[in-house]
């Protein structure tokens, strides 16, 4: 068990047609020192490997230790409900699903469980879906948490791995039964959703205990034991997504009307974001964008909270961030790319904090579509929970 690496010797790097490092298909001939060979092309950035190449294992994990947690906030009785049911799991040795509404609090609620894992001399893994939301991971486990945290993504250190281990599932794919624990945070989310090499690579680093947190899940991720949290932890209903009729003028309205306050608006494509964004700036609207083009999300982000500004952004936006008091407006929703979970997760990103729980949340559109009635369905049903 630990980190694959090429050997002199040790088994071949690719068999049958199979890359043994992240046991990907994807490979193709090429050639090299010994003549005639092939390569994986889906590990390539972890350098290449190619079939008269071996591979061994080599232990990289740090020394156990245990740790103390910090909570930031006394959990509310429905999140300790939660916090209560992972803890029986992870006695039972069952893999699990957090069904739990954008906002509800699902990060504080593992902080237990996390702690009892580590405490048990074993190893945590947290698997993001971007390298921003791991970023916000780290930030919170780091103030709760007494051990280090290993980052292992997009600019972390990948020499070690530690007690918790904050990872995207690309920089895994080298990584063999490692972790006792393995928590998939928004796993229902591009690219776990479309890519089942991934999901092996997440299995293989893992040693069979995992939990999948979401608010909107798959179909066969709720083939697992559930438990739903449906209510924010602040208490207040989930804001409920109007449907306005498209047009240059009610979308010029809706930056106005909210001029105080931070405004996201999202759109289907990156050539959109600069159409809409000329439209804007012509009406005087000083704004930015936001797509996964873009290298500082992060501090786009803190000037849309300390500018009070207007940022129109792709669905990379759609998950892992937070901004006090933000509203929400989603152009062109019925686009095909707009799917009934991604609308729920952009409806999510309004009044997420305790001390501003509203906001507004527009689904603009020039056609209606099934998704949008179903995303505004689901998000009433969770308020009635």
């Given amino acids: 068990m630990g980190e694959i690496i090429i050997a002199p010797t040790g088994k071949r790097a690719i068999r049958f ?13 090429f050639t090299c020192h010994h003549g005639s060979c092939a390569y994986c092309r889906n590990c390539l950035y972890l350098g290449r490997v190619c079939r008269c190449d071996y591979l061994e294992e080599r232990d990289i994990a740090t020394p156990a230790e245990t740790t103390e947690l910090t909570m930031p ?43 009892r894992v580590v405490n048990e001399g074993k190893r945590v893994l947290i698997v993001s879906p971007r390298r921003d939301v791991a970023i916000e991971w780290v930030e919170r486990l780091e103030h709760a948490f007494t051990v280090p945290v290993t980052r292992r993504y997009g600019g972390g250190e990948k020499a070690s791995i530690g007690m918790i281990t904050v990872a995207t599932a690309p920089l895994l794919m080298n990584l063999r039964h490692v972790f006792d624990y393995v928590l998939v945070d928004e796993s229902d989310a591009f690219p776990f959703a479309f890519d089942v090499a991934l999901w092996n690579t997440i299995r293989r680093a893992g040693r069979g205990v995992f939990l ?35 047009s240059d003028e009610r979308i010029l309205d809706f930056c106005q009307r909210h001029i105080s306050k931070p405004r996201l608006l999202f759109v289907p494509t990156k050539p959109d974001l600069e159409r809409y964004e000329a439209q804007l700036r012509e009406t005087g609207v000083t704004c930015r964008t936001v797509s996964a083009d873009t290298e ?12 009070k500004g207007v940022v129109l952004a792709t669905s990379i936006w759609e998950r892992g961030m937070t901004v006090r008091d933000v509203q929400v407006a989603v152009i062109e929703s019925e686009h095909r790319l707009f799917t009934t979970r991604g609308l729920i997760q952009m409806a999510g990103r309004a009044g997420r904090k305790p001390d501003a729980p509203t906001g507004e949340v527009c689904f603009f559109y020039e056609e209606r579509t099934f998704r949008q009635d179903q995303a505004i369905r689901a998000i009433k049903e969770a308020n009635r929970r």
């Fill in 17 to 29: 047609g199979i890359c043994q490092r992240c046991l990907s298909t994807n490979v193709r001939t």
């Fill in 73 to 115: 906030f006394e959990l509310a009785p429905a999140q300790t409900r939660v916090a209560s049911q992972l803890l029986t799991w992870w006695d039972e040795r069952k893999t699990g699903l957090v069904h739990a509404v954008c906002g509800a609090g699902k990060t504080e609620m593992t902080f237990p469980i996390i702690e």
């Fill in 212 to 246: 999948f947190i979401t608010a909107t899940p798959t179909m066969w991720q709720k083939t697992f034991p559930t438990i739903h949290l449906s209510r924010r932890y602040h208490g207040v209903d989930l804001p409920v997504p109007t449907l306005v009729k498209q």
């Fill in 296 to 307: 500082e999300r992060l501090e786009t982000l803190d000037w849309l909270q300390e500018t």
